[in-house]
């Protein structure tokens, strides 16, 4: 029977290799492909904005401060619900401030440019609750600062440093209402990286000084020692940001596990935004636990187009539930002198393989392009709101994007190829030959399918055959999760669970269809969200980040759409039920 079935589906192959050989072939760049991307325009921002930083909130994209047209501060923030903006005032203005989000689910936003047109700094910190939607002044950092950065680490500690034409160094928020000074740096940047490396310990660098200057130091500052030389740091230089970005946003690590690994983007050249595609590459590091290394990518990164050079312009943007990374940048000249329509890029890194596989997609023309805001939605989609028109902080934009990268993963464009009579031919000789080996073995008889049969072997040779029936398997994949609980292993396989059954994946995988009427993962999440539940039902006051971290998930967008899906509900209104 097995192989009537392969020659059916080599007949029903042949016409889909026909089409597939007629449709176009897929373009590319420098042996990268490239994909369109479907744009979504969502309704604009309130107030235009600039500098502002721009957080996914419990699945509530939230942009918060900035400066507004005339490079003025804007001391407000705006969530996106309900298929519009909501405008939130603010205790101060924090036009390039630090906007963290913390374990505790609030965020922390501290300093920004005292005054009109990015001048100075200021002293004044608020948190931000999402439940009550209100921001509060709770205290005044120990250095005035604007353009920072910001990291936290154990028992709510928070490592801030960063500067722009003042003092650098090294303070520490309590996670209370307390800053201090920690220690100086080895040298000042601006809107530096700092990564964690441990629970109590970070390290700080960059290749920017507080006046904006390129400067080719790999000096690296830590936390907890002394600083440290990265040979590496010599030839790349990291990207700078002139606005606030969450470092954790490039996590792709698991501090459960203590590992700490970020990725980063870096260039050999000079100018991030003017990239010579003759002599300037771009790589992506992996910094792991304090230790640096090149991501090994299938391809160099792109940096030009047909329409001229790259200009990549964001930090990278890690879906650490779908393995994948993303860094966004602009086609042609940094500077012009009116607004132009442009394509928004987008690099996509499956660094869920080695080496990581790259695609560069690419959106049809938006009006007045330049720099906008991305943040990852719940969704795995990236929308862009707010940002500059013609590299001019005094027109800010009110413009929202959403750029279905996830919804539409493929979808690339094309340019034709012909089809040549041999691929049919081809096809026509597959099935002859099945045909023929069918034959052979009638003739054979059974004698070499009982010895398949007796070594445990699978038609495809993959995986040993069990002949446990369904319902005992099931018995004993329920009881795995209800007495080991290993579905709260964030790393949890197919395989892990069929090895622990005595079965393999295939039969595990039917046998969970079959009974339960679902997929392996919409069977596992069911236990995480069922235990999550039985979390929020025993302790009202446990924080949601604690819930699905407890609970098995990766990462908290995963979490939500799990509950969503199973309850029906978010988990803030689950827990509002009477």
């Known amino acids: ?122 002293w004044g910190v608020e948190l931000y609750d999402p439940a009550t939607r209100t921001f509060e002044g709770i205290a005044a950092l120990d250095k005035k600062r604007a353009l920072a950065s910001a990291t936290e680490i154990d028992s709510g500690r928070v490592v801030i440093t960063g500067n722009w034409y003042a003092d650098d160094a090294i303070e520490m928020y309590d996670g209370r209402r307390t800053f201090s000074h920690v ?17 109590d310990d970070a390290i700080v660098f960059g290749h920017t000084d507080t006046k904006g200057q390129v400067v080719s130091s790999a000096m690296v500052d830590r936390l907890r020692g002394e600083p440290l030389h990265i040979p590496l740091l010599e030839r790349w230089k990291t990207h700078s940001y002139d606005f606030n970005r969450d470092i954790s946003a490039s996590f792709i690590g698991n501090e459960k596990m203590d590992d700490y690994t970020y990725l980063l983007p870096a260039t050999n050249g000079d100018n991030w935004r003017d990239i010579r595609p003759q002599q300037d590459s771009i790589v992506i590091l992996r910094v792991h636990n304090g230790e640096f290394s090149l991501l090994p990518t299938d391809n160099p990164i792109p940096t030009i187009t047909e329409n001229g050079s790259i200009g990549y312009y964001s930090f990278i943007l890690a879906d650490r539930e779908r393995h994948k990374a993303y860094m966004l940048g602009f086609e042609g000249p940094w500077y012009v002198e009116e607004p132009r329509p442009g394509r928004v890029l ?49 027109k800010t934009s ?25 691929l049919l031919a081809i096809a026509f000789l597959a099935v002859a030959l099945l045909a023929a080996l069918f034959i ?77 009427g679902c997929t392996f993962s919409q069977f596992i999440n069911d236990y995480r969200i069922a235990h999550a539940k039985q979390l ?14 407890a609970s098995g998930f ?23 039920q009477p």
């Open 554 to 576: 990766n990462t908290e967008s995963s979490f939500f759409r799990a509950f969503k899906t199973v309850t029906g509900m978010t988990p803030a209104e689950w827990r509002q």
């Open 183 to 199: 220690k100086d740096v080895s040298a000042e940047r601006v809107t530096p990286y700092i990564l964690r490396t441990a629970k």
């Open 536 to 549: 929020m039902s025993n302790q009202p006051n446990i924080k949601i980040s604690e819930v699905w971290m």
């Open 398 to 422: 009110a413009g929202v994007w959403l750029l279905h990268v996830a919804d539409n993963p493929s979808g690339l464009n094309t340019t034709t190829a012909p089809i040549g009579k041999w």
């Open 440 to 516: 052979w073995r009638k003739k054979r008889g059974r004698g070499a399918e009982s010895e398949l049969e007796a070594s445990g072997e699978n038609a495809s040779g993959d995986e040993p055959t069990t002949n446990i029936p369904d319902t005992e398997l099931m018995e004993r994949i329920c009881k795995l999760m209800e007495t080991q609980k290993t579905y709260l292993d964030h790393q949890l396989k197919l395989s892990d669970v069929a090895a622990a059954v005595g079965s393999n994946r295939t039969a595990v995988s039917n046998c969970i269809n079959q009974q339960r």
């Open 1 to 122: 029977m097995c192989i009537y079935k392969n020659i059916l589906l080599c007949a029903m192959l042949i016409p889909m290799l026909v089409m597939a050989a007629e449709q176009p072939a897929a373009k590319t760049i420098g042996g990268c492909p490239m994909a369109k991307i479907e744009v979504e325009r969502l309704p604009d921002l309130n107030i235009a904005r600039s500098s502002h930083a721009i957080l996914n909130i419990d699945g509530e994209v939230t942009v918060i401060g900035g400066h507004t047209t005339n490079f003025k501060p804007t001391p407000t923030a705006e969530y996106y619900k309900g298929g519009q903006w909501h405008v939130v005032p603010m205790a101060y203005s924090h036009d390039g401030g630090v906007a963290l989000r913390l374990s505790s689910g609030k965020v922390l936003v501290a300093g920004g440019f005292e005054k009109e047109m990015g001048i100075g700094q200021s």
């Open 346 to 394: 987008v690099l996509t890194i499956d660094y869920g393989v080695n080496p990581a596989r790259l695609q560069l997609g690419y959106t049809d023309p938006i009006t007045d392009i330049d720099i906008f805001y991305p943040v990852l939605t719940t969704d795995g989609n990236l929308m862009l709101a707010g940002g500059i028109c013609s590299s001019n902080n005094f």
